[in-house]
C-alpha cells in the first residue's frame, strides 16, 4: 500500500470539533503507478514521472491523493474534480463551479510522514519536521527565535534543547501558514514558547503578533522522532481574498517544499 492514513482525534488536544487531521505515513517500496493514485490528474501523473528521486515522487502522489479523496468526500464530489487556486501570498485554496469553495486545508510533509487538515468553518494550518539530529539549529536561531522564544530556550537543559526548538518552529510555520502570508511574515515577529510548553502561546508586541493571537494552536505529539503542530482560528473562514485560479498546467507542489510567498504553487 503506497500510503496509511490515520485520523489523529484526541481528548487531550485542543483540536476543535470542525477540523479534520489526517496523519500519512508513506510506503517508499509502492510504484509510482500504483492504482490508488488513479485520482491524480494528467497533469500530476507527469509530476510524478519526473521526480528525480522515488521517495519524493511518491511522497506527492500519495498526498495529493489523499488530499483529493479527503476533500471531494466532504464536499460530496468526485475526486477528479477537485480543482485548486491560489493567493497572490501562494497559499492554496479549492475553486469549485467557478466559484471558491467555503472548505480550507493544508498539507506539510515531512520525511516518511505527513500532515493534512481541513475544516468548512476555519483557515487550518499544518506543519511537520524530522527531528534531524544533524541540523545546526543554533546557526539558524535567530532567524525564527523571537524574544520570548530566546528567553526560554535559554536554561533548557542540553539534551532538550533542539527538541524545543524544533517545537517553536513547527507552531510558527504552521501559524503563518493558517494565516496565509507563509513565512515571509517574520518568524522572528512573534514567539510561541511557554513555561509550561504545553501548548503554544503567542506572544509578542507587533501587529503580527496581535493578529496571530486570534488563533488556536496545539503541538501534536503522535509520531516519534517528529515535531508538528496544527493551528487554527477561532473566527469563521470567511473568504479567502485575492485569489486566482491556476490551471494544472501552471501549477506546482508545495508538499515538498515550504511554502515561500513568491512561488506559484496549487493544491497540496
Same mark, same amino acid.
Given at each position: 500500500?503506497?500510503?496509511?492514513?490515520?485520523?489523529?482525534?484526541?481528548?487531550?488536544?485542543?483540536?476543535?470539533?470542525?477540523?479534520?487531521?489526517?496523519?500519512?505515513?508513506?510506503?517508499f517500496g509502492a510504484k509510482r503507478d500504483?492504482?490508488?493514485?488513479?485520482?491524480?490528474?494528467?497533469?500530476?501523473?507527469?509530476?510524478?514521472?519526473?521526480?528525480?528521486?522515488?521517495?519524493?515522487?511518491?511522497?506527492?502522489?500519495?498526498?495529493?491523493?489523499?488530499?483529493?479523496?479527503?476533500?471531494?468526500?466532504?464536499?460530496?464530489?468526485?475526486?477528479?474534480?477537485?480543482?485548486?487556486?491560489?493567493?497572490?501570498?501562494?497559499?492554496?485554496?479549492?475553486?469549485?463551479?467557478?466559484?471558491?469553495?467555503?472548505?480550507?486545508?493544508?498539507?506539510?510533509?515531512?520525511?516518511?510522514?505527513?500532515?493534512?487538515? *481541513?475544516?468548512?468553518?476555519?483557515?487550518?494550518?499544518?506543519?511537520?519536521?524530522?527531528?534531524?539530529?544533524?541540523? =545546526?539549529?543554533?546557526?539558524?536561531?535567530?532567524?525564527?527565535?523571537?524574544?520570548?522564544?530566546?528567553? *526560554?530556550?535559554?536554561?533548557?537543559?542540553? =539534551?532538550?534543547?533542539?527538541?524545543?526548538?524544533?517545537?517553536? *518552529?513547527?507552531?510558527?510555520?504552521?501559524?503563518?501558514?493558517?494565516?496565509?502570508?507563509?513565512?515571509?511574515?517574520?518568524?522572528?515577529?512573534?514567539?510561541?514558547?511557554?513555561?509550561?510548553?504545553?501548548?503554544?502561546?503567542?506572544?509578542?508586541?507587533?501587529?503580527?503578533?496581535?493578529?496571530l493571537r486570534l488563533f488556536q494552536a496545539?503541538?501534536?505529539?503522535?509520531?516519534?522522532?517528529?515535531?508538528?503542530?496544527?493551528?487554527?482560528?477561532?473566527?469563521?473562514?470567511?473568504?479567502?481574498?485575492?485569489?486566482?485560479?491556476?490551471?494544472?498546467?501552471?501549477?506546482?507542489?508545495?508538499?515538498?517544499?515550504?511554502?515561500?510567498?513568491?512561488?506559484?504553487?496549487?493544491?497540496?
Amino acid at each position: 500500500m503506497a500510503f496509511c492514513a490515520i485520523p489523529i482525534r484526541s481528548s487531550s488536544l485542543r483540536i476543535p470539533d470542525d477540523v479534520h487531521v489526517l496523519r500519512v505515513d508513506f510506503d517508499f517500496g509502492a510504484k509510482r503507478d500504483d492504482p490508488l493514485f488513479g485520482a491524480l490528474s494528467d497533469c500530476e501523473r507527469h509530476r510524478v514521472s519526473r521526480f528525480v528521486r522515488h521517495a519524493d515522487a511518491i511522497r506527492f502522489a500519495a498526498c495529493r491523493t489523499l488530499l483529493r479523496y479527503c476533500l471531494a468526500a466532504a464536499l460530496g464530489r468526485g475526486a477528479n474534480s477537485i480543482r485548486f487556486a491560489i493567493s497572490t501570498a501562494g497559499r492554496p485554496s479549492l475553486y469549485v463551479d467557478d466559484a471558491y469553495a467555503p472548505l480550507d486545508f493544508n498539507v506539510s510533509h515531512s520525511g516518511k510522514h505527513a500532515l493534512i487538515a *481541513w475544516s468548512k468553518t476555519r483557515r487550518v494550518g499544518v506543519d511537520i519536521e524530522l527531528l534531524n539530529q544533524d541540523v =545546526d539549529w543554533e546557526a539558524i536561531a535567530s532567524s525564527v527565535l523571537g524574544t520570548d522564544d530566546a528567553r *526560554w530556550l535559554e536554561p533548557i537543559e542540553d =539534551d532538550y534543547r533542539q527538541n524545543f526548538f524544533f517545537d517553536i *518552529w513547527v507552531a510558527k510555520e504552521a501559524l503563518l501558514k493558517a494565516y496565509g502570508s507563509g513565512i515571509s511574515a517574520g518568524l522572528t515577529e512573534f514567539s510561541v514558547a511557554a513555561e509550561n510548553h504545553e501548548a503554544p502561546v503567542i506572544q509578542g508586541t507587533t501587529t503580527l503578533a496581535t493578529t496571530l493571537r486570534l488563533f488556536q494552536a496545539c503541538w501534536l505529539r503522535n509520531i516519534d522522532g517528529y515535531c508538528s503542530g496544527l493551528m487554527t482560528p477561532d473566527t469563521n473562514l470567511g473568504e479567502n481574498t485575492r485569489h486566482e485560479e491556476v490551471s494544472d498546467e501552471q501549477a506546482t507542489s508545495f508538499v515538498f517544499s515550504r511554502i515561500q510567498a513568491q512561488c506559484r504553487v496549487s493544491g497540496a
